[in-house]
Each structure stands twice: as C-alpha cells, then as structure tokens.
C-alpha cells in the first residue's frame, strides 16, 4: 500500500541552526514528491516539488531537499532556521501509477526557539 | 495565477445544525477539487474529490456531503452537525501541471458545540 511516514511529529531547534525534517516513502517507479508549509490556521502552501529532474530541489525560504531513490527518502533541510519557519510541514507524494493518488504524511510541527 | 477562495473562515454551530461551506476556483477551468478535515494533531484526511461537474467521489462514509453545481465551485455540506465534524476544512484544486501539485484555500475552521 502506499504511504508517506514524516519520522518526527515534532521538530525544536534553535534560531540560526540547521533544520532536517525527515520524510520516507513506500516505494514507486516515478513519484512526484512535494514538501506543504502551513502556519497556524492558514492553507498549505508548496515551499518545493521534486517531479523528476535535479534530486536535489531548491525552494522558497531557503528550503531544499534531495531526493533518494534508493533509500526512499525525501528529506527537507534549511542551513539556519529562522522564527518565521516555525509552522507545520507535510511530506506528499503523487504515485503516477495510481493515477495520480496523492498521499500525505502526518505532519512535523517545527518549533524554533530564540 | 490559480487561486482559491474558500467560506466562512471560521463557524460555530451548535450540533444538529446544517452546514454549507463554499470554495470557488480562478485562473483554471474544470479542475480535479479537494475537500480535506484535518484535525487537532492529525493529518490531512482527505473527504470528497470531484473531476467535473455533478461528479463526487467520496473517501470515507460519513454525515457530509459535498456537491459541484459548477465547474468552479465546490460545495461541503451537512444536515445535522455531530460534535465530531469539529475541525479545519482545506479546499484544494490540482495544478494543470500534471504532476499532483495541489493549491490549497485558506481554510475553514469550524466548531460544534
């Protein structure tokens, strides 16, 4: 069955250090995988989406993340958080060959501290 | 740009009231819609999606309904509201990118008391 595990429900780092929010998946052929921002009481947002070109994948707020194929992974990272990162963070994955089935994980709450 | 507007923002209803919450759709045509709760320190659960009008699919069985009258509007709705149905409502429409990118609204938070 497909799934997405996010590893850590919660994240605490301090301000100006790195960030690592951990995301596996159940194995597909051709994924599309997407990291989703959201703050408090607000939509998702796409902060980055991996479909297939450059493993290693550049998004908004200095985010990035690399895709591994053989490890199934699809981790998210930033250099040095800021206190405006603190928010919530969905892993998602689009499995083609389901039709497209999209699948979230559960969510990492990222807390950073001053 | 694709956008979506999604109402009331917030709503507090007493249980066994009806419920109607409305999202509507700019910059695409015919988009593949999303109605998702998420629930205190859960995920997002995925309720009813929509290819086109009049077509609803629903993921798990439960007293909402939903209905597409329109090929940019999105309809979430209830007759009887249980204590249960508490909790923040996404709409969500896939990107015509092909690639499963979602865009989201900003989300109803509604409270059964």
């Known amino acids: 069955a497909q799934s997405v595990t996010q590893l850590d429900s919660h994240v605490s780092v301090s301000e100006g250090t790195p960030v690592l929010l951990r995301c596996n998946y159940s194995?597909?052929?051709?994924?599309?995988l997407f990291w989703y921002v959201q703050h408090p009481n607000k939509g998702l947002q796409l902060l980055l989406k991996?479909?297939?070109?450059?493993?290693l994948v550049k998004g908004i707020n200095g985010f990035e993340a690399e895709f591994k194929k053989s490890e199934t992974s699809f981790h998210l990272t930033k250099p040095s958080a800021h206190m405006s990162d603190a928010a919530e963070y969905f892993c998602?994955?689009?499995?083609?060959?389901?039709?497209?089935?999209?699948?979230f994980g559960a969510g990492t709450i990222l807390r950073v501290k001053s | 740009s694709q956008t979506i507007h999604q109402w009331p923002a917030t709503l507090v209803q007493p249980v066994g009231s009806p419920l109607s919450l409305e999202c509507t759709v700019e910059g695409t045509s015919n988009p593949n819609l999303y109605w998702y709760r998420q629930a205190a320190g859960r995920g997002l659960q995925l309720l009813f999606y929509s290819v086109g009008i009049g077509q609803i699919s629903s993921e798990v069985p439960q007293n909402l309904s939903a209905s597409r009258p329109q090929d940019r509007q999105f309809i979430l709705s209830s007759k009887k509201l249980l204590l249960s149905d508490s909790g923040f409502y996404l709409c969500?429409?896939?990107?015509?990118?092909?690639?499963?990118?979602?865009?989201f609204g900003e989300g109803s938070r509604l409270t059964v008391l």
């Open positions: 969500a429409g896939l990107r015509a990118t092909n690639t499963g990118e979602l865009f």
């Open positions: 991996y479909t297939s070109a450059a493993t």
């Open positions: 998602v994955v689009s499995y083609m060959e389901y039709g497209n089935k999209l699948v």
């Open positions: 194995s597909s052929y051709s994924p599309s």
